[in-house]
C-alpha cells in the first residue's frame, strides 16, 4: 500500500471518529433555573421504621418517668434511683437537671428497639446504647438491657430501669 492510500483512509478514520462520536445533550432545566423540588411525604414509614409526621417522631416514652434502680460495670455493682423524665420527643432529662437528648428508633426486621441515651452521666457521661423490647413502655420495664458506649462498644454496661 503506498503512502498516499495510507494517509487517506488514515484520515477517513479520524475524520469519522471525531465527527461521528461527539453527541450533544440537552440540559433538563435552564442554566440558573433551579430544579423543581418535590416535597417529601413525611407521613409515611421511614427506612429506620418510625412513623414521622414532619420532623417529629412519635413514640410512647414522652412524658413518661423512669428510675434506673441498679447496673453492673465489670464486677461493680451500683443502686444509682436516679429518675429519668422523657421530657419531649428527643429530650430527657436526670434528676430534674438539664435537657439532654435521647433517641428512640425501630430496628429494622426486628421486634426490638433502639434507645440510646446522649451525655448519660450515671454511666460517666458518654453516650450508650441499648437493644429494648418493643413493649417495654408498656410492661414499665428495661431489665437487664447491655448498654454499649456508642463511641467504644467495647465499653457495655447491664442496667435495670422501671416505669413510675
Not at 495510507?6 to 433551579?34: A, D, N, R
Not at 437528648?101 to 421486634?111: G, H
Not at 448498654?147 to 442496667?159: G, L
Request: aromatic residues 14%; hydrophobic residues 35%; negative net charge.
Amino acid at each position: 500500500m503506498d503512502m498516499k492510500k495510507f494517509l487517506f483512509i488514515f484520515g477517513v478514520m479520524v475524520f469519522t471518529v471525531i465527527f461521528t462520536s461527539c453527541e450533544k445533550y440537552e440540559i433538563p432545566s435552564p442554566y440558573g433555573q433551579e430544579p423543581e423540588v418535590i416535597p417529601e411525604d413525611t407521613t409515611t414509614w421511614d427506612d429506620g421504621g418510625t412513623i414521622t409526621i414532619g420532623s417529629d417522631t412519635l413514640n410512647d416514652l414522652i412524658g413518661t418517668t423512669w428510675v434506673l434502680t441498679k447496673y453492673v460495670t465489670g464486677f461493680s455493682v451500683e443502686y444509682p434511683n436516679d429518675t429519668l423524665d422523657f421530657i419531649s420527643n428527643n429530650e430527657y432529662t436526670i434528676n430534674g437537671g438539664t435537657a439532654k437528648a435521647y433517641q428512640l428508633s425501630n430496628i429494622p426486621l426486628s421486634t426490638n428497639k433502639d434507645l440510646s441515651l446522649y451525655h448519660f452521666t450515671p454511666f460517666g457521661g458518654s453516650h450508650y446504647s441499648g437493644q429494648v423490647g418493643q413493649y417495654f413502655v408498656d410492661d414499665g420495664l428495661i431489665s437487664n438491657v447491655e448498654f454499649k458506649d456508642i463511641q467504644n462498644t467495647s465499653i457495655t454496661i447491664q442496667a435495670w430501669f422501671i416505669k413510675l
